[in-house]
């Protein structure tokens, strides 16, 4: 399949390419035939040698190639009056069968081509067109210029037979015989698919010779047909919408019944469906753990009579449970245990705690009571005054003082009270003090004597 | 009486002269003090009380001379006169303690030491002798860097109370023993 979209997409590039080349009129016909003046080419005009295929090759031309080439043929030029009597008789219908819009400029003149330096092989030979050239009346250019060839496809190629090869008239070597074989032409391909056989490679179905050839085939045909599914196609855009047909096997999703869902929530535990999950919730289900705490229960009285139980059944309608009120809100039940988890983080919590040592107390503050143990040696009140001694401004004393109520309290001795008396007595002793330094000097010069 | 001791213009330097003259006293030499104390160690110990008392008797007879009466005048009176003319001769401070009926009399700040302490003894028995007219005897009660204190007796407290010094007494006892013996 891939091949002959391939072979398809060459062909068509190989035809866009051949249709922007210019053309040739092999024919005698005028190249411009809409230009308003026309100018005779100056140099005489030949067409290009023709190359006979290998079944036109007879076997004397084959025998005698390596013998030397006979003398190339002088061209027969066409008159330019001639040229100019073939256009005028062209008619206004081959015309316009012409390609209309030409692409491109017309090609090289008949001068130009003849000074190209290709080769010609057997130019002596008589030139015989091949009935494709003569049907698209295009000639590429690419024959007269030194690129190579293009390589022809299979679509190109036209297998003939010895006999169809003889069937060909021999092209004679002028160019009125070759401007005018285009009916012999078109009656000879109505002719030949007549006369052809299909070959051994191609692949179209023989015609059955006898009648069961037949019905075999049909019969084969028809199992080829059942084995293999009906390519939808697609509707034209004027067709309007199509209904599609759903395959067998194969239906849409049904729309979910809301009641049923309500129910299956409501009532988990009651009914088939809801024990059993259907194959869309199996993938979706997820395994909740069972709740933690204390579960909430409803008391109510056991009904013992019927119409008890008609009554509890309007009441079960109507039994509501209050829910916390905002009170609450912010609020815990103290008697909830935690969860594992939070019981661990909780242990860990408290082991930071204990690890952490508690702050040191100031000198100057009181203890804290938390950690007044109730004990005999502690001071059960807190005293009521804290002086402050310092003999140093390094060193400070404090000074509590100690409860009245303690059971050990310091013993207070005081020293006896004594009543006011002399402790020391002074004798003041009254010298007579000399008025003149004569009575010192004298008084001391008398110390010593008898 | 009661006349403050005046030294403005107690010397007079008389550079065209080369001399140096003390306001109502005769010329003086200033010389060096080891030259002083030179010749004191050199001489005998009557040539340099000599040296002494005539030293004390020119310091009593200017006190006299400003004081007119000096046998009227009170301790401080005389203390302060004739502490500045020792002053002025540069023998140091003149101090005056009464330790009972006892004169001590006291240098301070002398120049000359310890080995003019017997020189500055007989200036004040020069002094005494000038200006009260008493024999007296100037006993070294004791001595320290800064201070030397004489006791101002007769000579029959002089002798006692040499005895005791040189029989190791300390000084207070001394002035005691002599208060004591001399009351009894």
Redesign the interface.
Known sequence: MNQEVNKLQELLARVKRNAALPRTLVSGRAPEPLAPVYEPPAAAFSPPAYIPPPSEISADEVFFDSEAPPPPSVPTAIPPAQVAQAAIDASVDELLLEDPFPSVPPGPSYSDVLEDPMPVAATGAPRQLDHEEDVSGVMSISEFSDEQPEELLEDDIVEMTATEAAAIPMVQNSLDELSFADVDLDDKQAAAPSEEEPPVSSSRSKVAGTMDEALARAAEQIELEEGREVPLKTPPPESGPQAAVMPQGMHAPLAPDIEELLEADILPSTGVRAAVPTAEQVGQTVDLDEARGPSLELDHAAASSTEELEEEAVASEELEVTLPGREFGGGYQADLMPPPEARQDLDAHRQREEAIPPPPESLAQYPSPAEAQPSAFAPVIVPSSVTTDSYSESVSTVTVDAPPNAEFAPELLARPEIGPSPVAKFIRAEAQRPKTFMELLDSSLSLGSD | MSLNFDPSYALEFDFGRGQIRMANASARVIIPCDALLALCQGANEEAVRDFGRRLGTEAGRVMNDRLGE??????E???EHLGGELALMGLGSLGLE?W????VLSFSHSPLGAAGDFLLGSVLEGA?QRS?G?D?VAIKLMRDDQKVRF????Y??????GNWLAEGVPWGDVLSR??T??AS
């Open positions: 000096a046998w009227q005048a009170s301790l009176t005389v203390l009464r009972g009926q006892a004169l005494m009260f008493r007296t006791l101002m007796a007769g029959a407290g002089a002798r006692k109370a002599l208060a013996r001399g």
